[in-house]
Every structure is written in C-alpha cells, then in structure tokens.
C-alpha cells in the first residue's frame, strides 16, 4: 500500500513520498505551517498523492503512527503569528473522524 511518512527528529524533519522522493522540512511551526527549499515543486509533487495515509516516524521517541491521510495543501501566508511569510499549509484529514492516532509499532 502507499503511503506518506513524515520523519520526526527535533520537530517535523522530512517527508518520503511514496515514489521514493525526500523532501526536506526547513521550518515547521504548528505541525502544519512548513517551508521547504522548492515550495512550488514541492507542493506540486505532495498533492500528487492526496487521500493517501500518513505515518508519522518519531525518532526522538521510536513510535510509528498513523491516523491521519493527505488532504489537498496549499501555499499560503503563514498569519497565526504576524510572521506574514509564504509556507506550504501540510492538510492532513482525520481517518476515523475524531483524530485518534494508533501507534503501530
């Protein structure tokens, strides 16, 4: 099955998509507010693979996770903060609806 993982080590680090490509995480703020070197290209390939599951890899921790699947991301203005900076917005989707999180491994 494909999946996307998105490797935790000191915050949100990379994402491996599942045709072999890494891309790397420059800054995450909320878990879901991310900038990376390429953000055109980059959100272009991550919506490539949208209603995927998404396996979170904590390897400060060594915990798998899963519970959550690829909603469709955006570039947009990251304004939670007044920062005002352009980011990719990483939409993940709940997959049993009220955000329970099993871990796998």
Request: aromatic share 14%; net charge negative; no cysteine.
């Given at each position: 099955m494909n999946k996307i993982i998105c490797i935790l080590e000191k915050g949100f680090s990379k994402i491996a998509l599942p045709n072999g490509d890494v891309i790397n995480i420059t800054s995450c703020d909320d878990g879901c507010y991310i900038t990376t070197d390429n953000?055109?290209?980059d959100i272009e390939a991550i919506n490539k693979?949208?209603?995927l599951p998404v396996y979170?890899?904590?390897l400060d921790n060594n915990c798998i996770s899963k519970g959550y699947k690829l909603g469709e991301c955006k570039i947009t203005n990251h304004c939670k903060y007044?920062?005002?900076y352009k980011c990719i917005f990483w939409?993940?989707?709940s997959i049993t609806g009220d955000n329970t999180v099993i871990e796998v491994g």
């Open positions: 953000m055109e290209k693979y949208v209603g979170e890899i904590a007044d920062y005002g939409n993940t989707e």
